[in-house]
């Protein structure tokens, strides 16, 4: 009898975890993707720790006229697509000037045609632009763009090294903006 019930009592649990089938998600037409400073360090055996990361989605040009068009010139823009973009520095740096305590921030840009200005901001785990607070702006500092020969089709971040830390690089259809930043 004690048998019955136990393998009564474990159909029904089966039945109605059946019930409850989770509906997962599509695929993101703008996946996330990560990028450390130094390149492949969470790839490294020999013990090297990170000195930045940037979180970011990437969205692609589709055949779209991006900056000046569906980026507008002199607003901001999150620097990728969908959650805002993502920066940590494992250790405090310096960007154009100023000191950043280590910690994650958001990054923001104001593309222009000549120069974009990079916004580094206390704001973090927003959608987009969106809520975007100039009053939690840490770091603003201006790059100039640089055209591309190739169009970039995906928008795209990586790190040149630099003798006091790194170059950010961050690409997208005919432009691309370097921001330097010193690793203390």
Known sequence: MKKLVLISLF???????????VKFPGLDTSPADIVYYPLNVVKAKDGSTPLIRVLYSRPSKKGREIFGVLEQFGKVWRVG??????????????????????GTYSLFA?????????????????WGAFTYDQTKD???TD???????KTLE??????????????MVIGWDH?????????K
């Open 138 to 140: 840490v770091v603003r």
């Open 81 to 102: 697509a969908n959650e805002s973009t993502e920066i940590r520095f494992y250790k405090p740096a310096t960007v154009g000037g100023k000191k950043i305590k280590a």
């Open 154 to 167: 995906v928008l795209s971040i990586t790190f040149t090294t630099q003798a006091t830390g790194a170059n």
């Open 175 to 183: 432009s691309t903006v370097e921001l330097p930043i010193t690793i």
């Open 110 to 126: 104001i593309p222009n045609k000549d120069k974009w200005t990079i916004i580094i901001n206390k704001q973090v785990d927003k």
């Open 11 to 21: 159909a029904i649990l089966a039945i109605s975890a059946r019930s409850q089938d």
């Open 143 to 149: 790059v100039n763009v640089k055209s591309l020969e």
